[in-house]
T-cell receptor, first 113, second 113 residues
Framework: GAGVSQTPSNKVTEKGKYVELRCDPISGHTALYWYRQSLGQGPEFLIYFQGTGAADDSGLPNDRFFAVRPEGSVSTLKIQRTERGDSAVYLC???????????FGPGTRLTVL | GENVEQHPSTLSVQEGDSAVIKCTYSDSASNYFPWYKQELGKRPQLIIDIRSNVGEKKDQRIAVTLNKTAKHFSLHITETQPEDSAVYFCAVRGGSTLGRLYFGRGTQLTVWP
């Protein structure tokens, strides 16, 4: 079946702008995760959804970052007033449960000029 | 939170040789230890994982060993092939972190033909 998909694959924006990144998890997966990966680093956790609710948002760096998953499937990561330091690859992953294998999407490369 | 250290950061081996990558962690309650392979520009893909009630797991040329007392685990790749060249990440799920993974900084493995 289809894996995790993310759109757009690349996003270039200007400092101060607002961006939305979308994640489509594997069908039926109740757990969804957002990670951020900077060049030469491992993925860094941002937020975890179980169903529609954010079960753990402790990785969000500040209040400019927000994520939603209103119907328990697709999730959107929203970044307000983007800064150059937000430039990274944003990865989404899903799993059939919090203790199970996480399948990653291809990521969205965000560049803030 | 969990602190994951991964070594070495780069590893070069001749085709057919073995490669070993090591990770340490800090939270003694951690219970799940996956390894991901990431090729350039691609998504991380799970290659093997181990849970805290097991000391070793093998899958063809790949094995993972876990020492809970010392809080370290290792990835072993035997009979390496050029297509094994990639960045490898270890990850840890803490005992109380509801599914989020903490990643190491990665090891760039290069297998020379």
């Amino acid at each position: 079946g289809a894996g995790v998909s993310q759109t757009p694959s690349n996003k270039v924006t200007e400092k101060g702008k607002y961006v939305e990144l979308r994640c489509d998890p594997i069908s039926g997966h109740t757990a969804l995760y957002w990670y951020r990966q900077s060049l030469g680093q491992g993925p860094e956790f941002l937020i975890y959804f179980q169903g529609t609710g954010a079960a753990d948002d402790s990785g969000l760096p500040n209040d400019r970052f927000f994520a939603v998953r209103p119907e328990g499937s697709v999730s959107t990561l929203k970044i307000q007033r983007t800064e150059r330091g937000d430039s990274a690859v944003y990865l989404c992953a899903s799993s059939s449960g919090p203790g199970n294998e996480q399948f990653f999407g291809p990521g969205t490369r965000l560049t803030v000029l | 939170g969990e602190n994951v250290e991964q070594h070495p950061s780069t590893l070069s081996v001749q085709e057919g040789d073995s490669a070993v990558i090591k990770c340490t962690y800090s939270d003694s309650a951690s219970n799940y230890f996956p390894w991901y392979k990431q090729e350039l520009g691609k998504r991380p893909q799970l290659i093997i994982d181990i849970r805290s009630n097991v000391g070793e797991k093998k899958d063809q040329r790949i094995a993972v060993t876990l020492n809970k007392t010392a809080k370290h685990f290792s990835l072993h790749i035997t009979e390496t092939q050029p297509e094994d060249s990639a960045v490898y990440f270890c990850a840890v799920r803490g005992g109380s972190t509801l599914g989020r993974l903490y990643f190491g900084r990665g090891t760039q493995l290069t297998v020379w033909p």
